[in-house]
């Protein structure tokens, strides 16, 4: 397997854009190809994503981001094509209509069927975009896949954007984008794929464990038997705006995994309530972690030593936290660059900022299991 990049910053022209992708990957392509595309979502809105996905002889997926890098380039006004092209490999790209509590769980359903039927075989690996749904939230877009392929390991990210609630945000399907859609690229054949996973720096983390003492499904009520911000006052937090509590990631103990996993709060909602992207039973215990430039630079120099270590790859995936992007303002590229400047020529890569970061995570029982993340930065090697 090998991936060619292409891309484009021109971001007015259709025509010219497509032009210039298309010359980047005349020649190169083997029998079996698929597109990664990330991009500003201008480009959803002017139409040259739609242009791309009829005018390419392959299917595409992905999403909207705050900024990608390709070998030589990184720019937030960057279109991004990775293309995964290989003899000894299959792809299905394949999406789902607009999702909702009432019919994920079909479509999701449908979506692996066609997949199999295009492959023939039940596929080893996929690579998701997802969109952020107010009522439905990513675990249980996973479980329905775990149902469905067996638990075939799955990494991606959930769409991003510009505004603070990702309203602008879109995940990109073979036809055009949408805010609601799921696109997953099943992948079978000869791949090993390895994945890296790196979130708060241990120094970060507070040492008081607090428990979940009451929540409903995605909503946690209370914590030590007291709102969840008036916790965060116990322990020494000054919340209150937005702005005070997106740097305190909340480090949640599952029992099922060897490591906590990092969220970040989604909502406030009523009496004090917090609102995460996956459920959270009672009796869940958590650390709160703080993200700070110094520790963003600290994990991304963690992950950059996995990268470089060993035998190259065919190919990376490397995947921010997006808060990483602006927890570094102004200046916002600084993670970016050190790990392409690091990573250089040893491989492709595809870099992009994530809404939500999707990866496995090994079990206590030593199998992978399929976790959404934040504030984290995951990668790929194929």
């Given at each position: 397997?090998?991936?060619?990049?292409?891309?484009?910053h021109?971001?007015?022209?259709?025509?010219?854009?497509?032009?210039?992708i298309?010359?980047?990957?005349?020649?190169?392509l083997?029998?079996?190809?698929?597109?990664i595309v990330?991009?500003?979502?201008?480009?959803?809105?002017?139409?040259?994503v739609?242009?791309?996905?009829?005018?390419?002889p392959?299917p595409i997926?992905?999403?909207?981001?705050?900024?990608?890098?390709?070998?030589?380039?990184?720019?937030?006004?960057?279109?991004h094509?990775?293309?995964?092209?290989?003899?000894?490999?299959?792809?299905?790209?394949?999406?789902t209509v607009?999702?909702?509590?009432?019919?994920?769980?079909?479509?999701i359903?449908?979506?692996?069927?066609?997949?199999?039927?295009r492959?023939g075989?039940?596929p080893?690996?996929?690579?998701?975009?997802?969109?952020?749904?107010?009522?439905?939230?990513?675990?249980?877009?996973?479980d329905?896949?775990?149902?469905?392929?067996?638990?075939?390991?799955?990494?991606?990210?959930?769409?991003?954007?510009?505004?603070?609630?990702?309203t602008?945000?879109?995940?990109?399907?073979?036809?055009g984008?949408?805010?609601?859609?799921?696109?997953?690229?099943?992948i079978t054949?000869n791949?090993?794929?390895?994945?890296?996973?790196h979130?708060?720096?241990?120094k970060?983390?507070?040492?008081?464990?607090?428990?979940?003492t009451e929540?409903?499904?995605?909503?946690?009520?209370?914590?030590?038997?007291?709102?969840f911000?008036?916790?965060?006052r116990?322990?020494?937090?000054?919340?209150?705006?937005?702005?005070?509590?997106s740097?305190?990631?909340?480090l949640?103990?599952?029992?099922?995994?060897?490591?906590?996993?990092?969220?970040?709060?989604?909502?406030?909602g009523?009496?004090?309530?917090?609102?995460?992207?996956?459920k959270i039973p009672e009796?869940?215990?958590?650390?709160?972690?703080?993200?700070d430039?110094?520790?963003?630079m600290t994990?991304?120099?963690?992950?950059?030593k996995?990268l470089?270590q060993?035998?190259?790859?065919?190919?990376?995936?490397?995947?921010?936290?997006v808060?990483?992007?602006f927890?570094?303002?102004?200046?916002?590229?600084?993670e970016a660059?050190?790990?392409?400047?690091?990573?250089?020529?040893?491989?492709?890569?595809?870099?992009?900022?994530?809404?939500?970061?999707?990866?496995?995570?090994?079990?206590?029982?030593?199998?992978?299991?399929?976790?959404?993340h934040?504030?984290?930065?995951?990668?790929?090697?194929?």
């Open positions: 397997m090998k991936m060619i990049n292409a891309w484009t021109e971001i007015d022209e259709i025509d010219d854009a497509i032009a210039e298309e010359g980047l990957l005349e020649g190169k083997a029998s079996n190809t698929v597109g990330t991009c500003h979502p201008d480009y959803i809105a002017n139409g040259i739609a242009k791309l996905a009829e005018k390419l392959f997926a992905g999403l909207t981001t705050n900024l990608s890098a390709a070998v030589g380039e990184i720019n937030p006004e960057l279109l094509l990775a293309a995964l092209t290989a003899e000894d490999a299959s792809f299905a790209a394949e999406s607009d999702l909702n509590v009432e019919n994920y769980e079909e479509e359903r449908n979506m692996v069927q066609r997949a199999k039927e492959l075989e039940t080893k690996f996929g690579l998701i975009f997802s969109p952020v749904l107010p009522d439905l939230g990513v675990d249980a877009l996973l329905a896949l775990d149902e469905e392929t067996g638990g075939i390991p799955l990494f991606g990210s959930v769409m991003a954007g510009f505004r603070s609630d990702f602008d945000g879109r995940v990109i399907t073979g036809s984008a949408s805010r609601s859609s799921l696109a997953v690229i099943f054949g791949i090993e794929p390895r994945y890296y996973l979130s708060i720096a241990n970060n983390v507070r040492p008081q464990k607090a428990i979940v929540s409903d499904g995605y909503f946690v009520k209370s914590v030590n038997d007291m709102p911000f008036d916790y965060l116990s322990v020494g937090f000054d919340v209150k705006t937005q702005a005070d509590w740097n305190l990631p909340v949640f103990d599952f029992n099922n995994s060897d490591r906590a996993v990092a969220l970040g709060v989604y909502a406030v009523e009496g004090g309530s917090v609102q995460f992207a996956r009796g869940t215990t958590f650390s709160i972690g703080v993200v430039p110094e520790s963003i994990t991304g120099g963690a992950m950059v996995d470089t060993g035998d190259a790859p065919n190919a990376f995936f490397i995947a921010p936290c808060t990483r992007y927890m570094l303002a102004p200046n916002s590229l600084e660059k050190y790990i392409v400047d690091a990573i250089g020529n040893q491989a492709p890569y595809a870099l992009f900022y994530s809404g939500g970061e999707i990866c496995p995570v090994t079990k206590k029982e030593g199998v992978l299991s399929n976790q959404l934040n504030y984290s930065i995951i990668a790929l090697a194929l």
